[in-house]
């Protein structure tokens, strides 16, 4: 491991756990442990992780984790990703299963209770971006505004190893703004996946257009006077939700995290870590690691 160059990548664990699932119980594929429990999500997630790591080869690993679905958001609006069905019942169990299975194999699995794994990712991000290179992976576009000069974000694209990867050169091409802006071009077009209007009437091209010129939500207000008279009715009539909207878009930055960096350091593995798995019901996980890595 290079120590003078620590690069860590930061998994969202929630996100690769649900797209695994949906990936195979789409087609009925549950894989089961031999005690019933379903393992589709588990595996699809570790043998994800597994795969990331061959091809990035990071020295540092860390998984951010949702833990449960009440946060502080939730305190703010009532509606807050109250548009959302409950979770499949296969899918309940093998969020501590991924867990656990993650502890096996020795990451490190990090969540706060009232936080989203966004903020505890963005948290993560604001401690150690000025001591390594941090690669996230995730299917989740708002933390495109957790983007600086030492990290990057891998979205997910197809399969284990295809990813759309962001760097601020990429995004400002993309964006004409700064990646801390995209809060305010989200607080303004609002987010229906999770459930906050911004401000109904406001698109994601006038968003973009509005914070391109004026900077910022607060920017956008000093100028009310010289918006269009409907865009301007608009974002009048709607200025507590549009405020709102912008502290729900925010990924907090303050979790505290107790690890070091050397608590996370990539772990060696073993042919015998992975045939303990295997004998638990994890085949597959035991598998793809054996396809990837050469164990002594």
């Given at each position: 491991m290079?120590?003078?160059?620590?690069?860590?990548?930061?998994?969202?664990?929630?996100?690769?756990?649900?797209?695994?699932?949906?990936?195979?119980?789409?087609?009925?594929?549950?894989?089961?442990?031999?005690?019933?429990?379903?393992t589709?999500?588990?595996?699809?997630?570790?043998?994800?992780?597994?795969t990331?790591?061959?091809?990035?080869?990071?020295?540092?690993l860390?998984?951010c984790?949702d833990?449960?679905?009440?946060?502080?958001?939730?305190?703010?609006?009532?509606?807050?990703?109250?548009?959302?069905?409950n979770?499949?019942?296969?899918?309940?169990?093998?969020f501590?299963?991924?867990?656990e299975?993650?502890?096996?194999?020795?990451?490190k699995?990090?969540?706060?209770?009232?936080?989203?794994?966004?903020?505890?990712?963005?948290?993560?991000?604001?401690?150690?971006?000025?001591?390594a290179?941090?690669?996230?992976?995730?299917?989740?576009r708002?933390?495109?505004?957790?983007?600086?000069p030492?990290?990057?974000?891998?979205?997910?694209?197809?399969?284990?190893?295809?990813?759309?990867?962001y760097?601020?050169?990429?995004?400002?091409?993309?964006?004409?703004?700064?990646?801390?802006?995209?809060?305010?071009?989200?607080?303004?077009?609002?987010?229906?996946s999770?459930g906050?209007?911004?401000?109904?009437g406001i698109g994601?091209?006038?968003?973009?257009?509005?914070i391109?010129?004026?900077?910022?939500?607060?920017?956008?207000l000093?100028?009310?006077?010289?918006?269009?008279?409907?865009?301007?009715?608009?974002?009048?009539?709607?200025?507590?939700?549009?405020?709102?909207?912008y502290?729900?878009?925010?990924?907090?930055?303050?979790?505290s995290?107790?690890?070091?960096?050397?608590?996370?350091?990539v772990?060696?593995?073993?042919?015998?870590l992975?045939?303990?798995?295997a004998a638990?019901?994890?085949?597959?996980?035991?598998k793809?690691?054996c396809?990837?890595?050469?164990?002594?």
């Amino acid at each position: 491991m290079n120590k003078q160059h620590p690069h860590l990548l930061v998994i969202d664990g929630m996100a690769l756990l649900f797209r695994s699932f949906y990936a195979t119980s789409v087609m009925g594929h549950y894989q089961y442990l031999p005690d019933g429990r379903p393992t589709n999500g588990v595996q699809g997630f570790a043998r994800h992780v597994l795969t990331a790591q061959s091809i990035i080869k990071p020295s540092h690993l860390e998984i951010c984790w949702d833990m449960g679905s009440h946060t502080f958001r939730n305190e703010l609006f009532q509606g807050y990703k109250a548009n959302r069905s409950n979770p499949p019942v296969e899918l309940v169990p093998q969020f501590e299963m991924a867990k656990e299975v993650a502890e096996w194999i020795g990451w490190k699995n990090i969540g706060e209770a009232g936080m989203e794994a966004d903020d505890c990712i963005g948290s993560i991000v604001e401690k150690w971006k000025k001591e390594a290179k941090i690669t996230i992976i995730s299917g989740d576009r708002d933390l495109l505004q957790l983007l600086n000069p030492s990290t990057e974000i891998a979205f997910t694209k197809k399969g284990y190893s295809e990813y759309d990867v962001y760097t601020v050169q990429q995004f400002k091409e993309e964006y004409a703004i700064e990646p801390h802006q995209f809060v305010d071009v989200k607080a303004l077009m609002g987010d229906a996946s999770d459930g906050y209007p911004g401000v109904k009437g406001i698109g994601p091209k006038t968003a973009l257009q509005l914070i391109r010129q004026y900077g910022s939500v607060e920017g956008v207000l000093q100028n009310l006077e010289r918006l269009k008279p409907s865009q301007r009715n608009k974002i009048k009539e709607q200025i507590d939700m549009l405020k709102l909207s912008y502290q729900l878009a925010s990924i907090q930055r303050n979790v505290s995290i107790k690890a070091n960096l050397e608590e996370l350091s990539v772990p060696d593995y073993s042919a015998g870590l992975f045939e303990q798995l295997a004998a638990k019901g994890y085949t597959s996980i035991a598998k793809h690691a054996c396809s990837l890595f050469s164990f002594v």
